[in-house]
């Protein structure tokens, strides 16, 4: 028997986030790299404070400071944690920032903002390749579980047909 070769198609497509997603992503870099700086200074363990530069206030989401002094207790690894949920997706990022918040209230705000968005620009532009895909089979490989569950849900709303693979199958 001949089988032909598996045809594949990889794609690569720039989202472009707009209004409170694009908000969302200029507060957060702005967040990473004040506590990315205090941490550069030598700031760590992660339950100490440090004094983090002041921020842009027009560079944050509403309810975010701009002060400085604001608590930065982020360690190494929740740093980046947190600028590999950057790529990822708002849900991911939110639930990244959620486990900060409690410590710095900056998080906490970036937290409800990335909450908030619902469909992002990734969201669009994934259910375009869908729909060109003309009801071919896609793989498609995220890095966070919260992703892939943000995922599911977003091609159930829309009647789409998947499964999931995860390294929590046994």
Do not use: W
């Amino acid at each position: 028997a001949h089988l032909d070769p598996i045809r594949e198609r990889r794609a690569a497509v720039l989202a472009r986030p707009e209004g409170a997603e694009a908000e969302l992503y200029r507060g957060l870099t702005a967040f990473l790299r004040a506590r990315g700086v205090a941490l550069a200074d030598g700031a760590e363990p992660p339950d100490e404070s440090v004094e983090a530069e002041p921020v842009p206030s027009d560079a944050l989401p509403a309810g975010a400071s701009s002060e400085p002094g604001v608590s930065a207790s982020v360690s190494r690894f929740q740093l980046s944690r947190l600028l590999a949920a950057q790529g990822s997706h708002p849900a991911t990022i939110a639930g990244s920032l959620a486990r900060i918040a409690d410590a710095d209230p900056e998080a906490a705000a970036l937290a409800s903002s990335a909450g908030s968005i619902g469909e992002s620009a990734k969201d669009a532009c994934l259910l375009e390749l869908v729909r060109q895909s003309q009801g071919h089979k896609m793989l498609i490989f995220v890095n966070f579980r919260r992703t892939l569950e943000h995922l599911a849900e977003l091609l159930r709303s829309r009647g789409l047909a998947f499964s999931v693979f995860s390294g929590e199958q046994t």
